[in-house]
């Protein structure tokens, strides 16, 4: 194997699901935006399971600081992971539901995925990161202007104050105050992003592809 193709390879494995347990340091687009708050976040060490729970709150469709985002009303927030305990994700999805009023939404599934990243910080303040893919729902190619497919191939959730996350997988833990369910205080943003990691293998590409064209 050449040093090129090796590196291809290793970039490759980098953006299809990586098993490094480091945060993925996402960039979340402006819009469209859908924010959650309220959310239990749950690990279990003996099923592998990694549940966060709460509540959509609000779609923010233009960006734009002068119009408020829309208010969603019954809007649900779930992610359903498989995570061992190393912290590799190995299967999962979101989904996130309500109605959106200010636009003639009923209540539906606004948006879908399944799992292709996962990432976490290991210290300080618990912050967990995720990459769904096969986007799916109203708001994934249909309904208003500003819909997720239109701007990246991928959502990309950030779920903040996950409080006594220790940093890793190795056991079970909460973030619920005195293990009440309920009482989870985290909070995310679901929004288009790019995979990590495949900016920087197309720009890699990219550039072999035109230095055998130059050598050919």
Do not use: K
Request: glycine share 14%; hydrophobic share 45%.
């Amino acid at each position: 194997m050449t040093g090129r193709l090796a590196l291809v390879v290793g970039l490759l494995g980098m953006a299809s699901g990586s098993a490094l347990a480091t945060p993925l340091n996402l960039q979340l687009q402006s819009h469209p935006d859908i924010a959650s708050s309220q959310i239990d976040v749950t690990y279990n060490a003996g099923t592998l399971a990694l549940l966060a729970n709460g509540f959509s709150i609000s779609y923010e469709d233009d960006g734009l600081v002068a119009t408020p985002a829309h208010p969603i009303f019954g809007g649900l927030f779930a992610i359903n992971l498989t995570v061992n305990n190393a912290g590799v994700a190995t299967g999962g999805t979101l989904t996130i539901s309500g109605a959106i009023p200010d636009l003639s939404i009923p209540n539906q599934t606004l948006l879908s995925g399944t799992i292709s990243q996962f990432g976490f910080t290991t210290s300080g303040v618990g912050r967990l990161e995720f990459v769904f893919g096969g986007l799916g729902g109203l708001l994934a190619s249909a309904g208003p202007d500003g819909h997720y497919l239109t701007h990246a191939p991928f959502a990309g959730v950030i779920l903040n104050n996950v409080v006594n996350f220790p940093g890793n997988f190795n056991s079970s833990w909460n973030n619920l105050v005195n293990g009440v369910p309920g009482t989870g205080t985290a909070v995310s943003d679901t929004a288009p992003t790019p995979a990590p990691g495949a900016a920087a293998l197309l720009a890699l590409g990219a550039g072999f592809a035109c230095r055998r064209r130059r050598t050919a």
